[in-house]
């Protein structure tokens, strides 16, 4: 095991800059609801039953396609946004002109230090970067490793000008390499000017940690992307809160949001949205497009198949007149263009 992949250590140093937020208490950050993050140990040995037995339709019954990035695509087309999907929560961005990448874990294991892996269900991912532009603006919600890679991290590191973070993950970045100066955090609610970009941190209801010693020593949540022609939505992980109508109220409606819908469970209900949820979080927040991202890339929960969020989540969007998109992985959208039901061919 490589222990780099747990990132930079918590110094006394990094606790007394922590301790400044209003989320860090007790010696590390809080959800702003009572939320269930460690396990019900009456739960136990029903969850590992669970887990031993997995699901039989938990993986593609082959592997998922990926569209070769297509930067002239990406940023030559003439509406102002446009962005590509890679599975998971991995996202791809040009707004305003600027290139950007959200959570860009494109690596192929979601558990580098477990005793069994977590195999992504594309292959080639990684390459993706090769493929990209220079990169104004990196966006981190959090240092779980299906969003925070130290392969994909690596890669980047020449390609990318600026990093913006969760509070707490600049420490990780900072003992990968990269210079402390091209790296800033956000606590929940700040906001930063980075080019013609309005750039928000939202709350979101969930946890985080790369090794036990690290738990709930960075903090979560999604993003805001306001520009002069559009406002955009990343939620980040996270279950169900009162957060939603919050966020809604303070920035008025999004033309687009990236909704977390996937790796739910009913032994862990606090900390990932079901798709019914997922739908109702959008309506909270004014959301007028719709793309359920968090599924499609890694199989980290027994309790549905791998395609089950996107089915539910459109079940329930239809039935709630909001307005969905499931962009092919890897291809180059914009607002509007429509989707097909892609993964039949795979289930």
């Known amino acids: 095991m490589n222990s780099k992949q747990f990132g930079g250590k918590l110094t006394s140093t990094w606790k007394e800059h922590y301790a400044q937020s209003p989320q860090w208490q007790k010696g590390k950050f809080q959800n702003a609801i009572p939320t269930q993050t460690g396990i019900d140990w009456r739960k136990l040995p029903g969850m590992l039953c669970k887990q031993i037995k997995g699901n039989p339709q938990g993986m593609p019954k082959q592997p998922l396609p990926l569209h070769d990035f297509d930067t002239e695509a990406f940023i030559s087309n003439r509406k102002e946004l446009t962005y590509v999907w890679f599975g998971h929560s991995a996202l791809a961005l040009r707004l305003a002109g600027m290139n950007i990448l959200i959570d860009p874990m494109l690596g192929q294991d979601a558990s580098p230090i477990g005793p069994a892996r977590t195999k992504r269900f594309s292959e080639g991912t990684l390459e993706q970067i090769d493929l990209m532009p220079d990169l104004d603006l990196v966006l981190i919600s959090h240092d779980h490793y299906d969003h925070l890679d130290l392969d994909s991290i690596l890669k980047l590191e020449s390609k990318v000008k600026n990093f913006v973070v969760a509070l707490g993950l600049k420490r990780h970045l900072m ?86 819908c996937g790796q739910y469970s009913v032994d862990w209900p606090d900390i990932h949205m079901f798709p019914e949820e997922s739908v109702q979080a959008a309506l909270d927040a004014g959301v007028k497009e719709a793309i359920p991202v968090h599924w499609a890339g890694f199989n980290l929960s027994y309790e549905h198949a791998w395609f089950d969020p996107i089915e539910d989540f459109r079940k329930h969007a239809e039935a709630k007149k909001l307005n969905w998109r499931s962009p092919i992985p890897g291809k180059v959208y914009s607002i509007g263009e429509a989707s097909t039901e892609w993964w039949h061919a795979f289930k």
């Open 175 to 260: 003992a990968w390499g990269i210079d402390a100066s091209r790296i800033e955090e956000m606590d929940w609610w700040d906001q930063k000017q980075i080019g013609p970009l309005e750039v928000h941190f939202t709350p979101s209801r969930h946890f985080s940690g790369r090794g036990l010693s690290s738990m709930a020593r960075c903090l979560w949540g999604g993003w805001v992307l306001k520009s002069t022609d559009h406002s955009l939505w990343f939620s980040g992980d996270g279950g169900y809160g009162p957060h939603f109508k919050e966020v809604g109220e303070r920035f008025g409606s999004f033309d687009l949001a990236f909704m977390e």
